[in-house]
């Protein structure tokens, strides 16, 4: 089972900032959070990933909790293009464990 | 040329015909990947294989089997295609090591039994 929770849909405005939460409660010391993409039918797409520091990169930024038990991933002006299904996912790196994926949350920029 | 590709890209086969489908990688990477989709569906791991000699079930590998053929080469098949086996097919590859940036995707294969 995915150890993530995502509200399952969410709308933002061309050119607004997207925040796209997600709950990981129950994550690990050396799980990574790492998000990945989808758009249409397309293969999933890396986007960031971060372990307890925020992280930023050309595509978007990773705001995690103090705590570690959530996140929210900042498309900072999005576009239509960005519109896809976004996934949330913990992952521990260099291990033997898989990305496990959830159903995601469909994002949909409107004009 | 895609960095991770799979052939064919779309296929149409009918119920109990056997069917393989290819992935071949340039990223370099060991671990080799192949998740299926169904519609409104996230994806589910039919099997791995994290070097050559190594080939791993997933969640959900009854009805298909794989082939690790080359560090760059990975496939999956289906020996006797049954219709809810249609769906979405994705290879995918990561690097174990240190600075991991995730998995990079192929562009999946449409697969329909009839």
């Known amino acids: 089972d995915a150890k993530t929770t995502q509200p399952p849909s969410m709308d933002c405005a061309e050119g607004r900032a997207a925040n796209l939460p997600c709950n990981h409660s129950t994550i690990s010391g050396n799980e990574y959070v790492y998000w990945y993409r989808q758009i249409h039918s397309q293969g999933p797409q890396y986007i960031i990933h971060g372990l307890k520091n925020n992280e930023t990169n050309e595509m978007a930024s990773l705001i995690i909790t103090e705590d570690r038990k959530s996140s929210t991933l900042i498309l900072p002006h999005a576009t239509l293009r960005d519109t896809a299904v976004y996934y949330c996912?913990?992952?521990?790196?260099?291990?033997?464990?898989?990305?496990?994926f959830g159903k995601g949350m469909k994002l949909t920029v409107n004009p | 040329d895609a960095d991770v590709t799979q052939t064919p890209r779309n296929r149409i086969t009918k119920t109990g015909k056997r069917i393989m489908l290819e992935c071949s990688q340039t990223?370099?990477?060991?671990?080799m990947y192949w998740y299926r989709q169904d519609p409104g569906l996230g994806l589910r791991l039919i099997y791995y294989s994290f070097d050559v000699k190594d080939i791993n079930k997933g969640e959900i590998s009854d009805g298909y089997s794989v082939s690790r053929q080359a560090q760059a080469k990975f496939s999956l098949s289906l020996e006797s295609a049954i219709p809810n086996q249609t769906a979405l097919y994705f290879c995918a590859t990561s690097d174990a090591g240190i600075g991991f940036y995730g998995y990079t995707f192929g562009s999946g294969t449409r697969l329909t039994v009839v």
């Open positions: 996912i913990v992952y521990s790196q260099g291990g033997s464990e898989k990305l496990v």
């Open positions: 990223k370099g990477h060991d671990r």
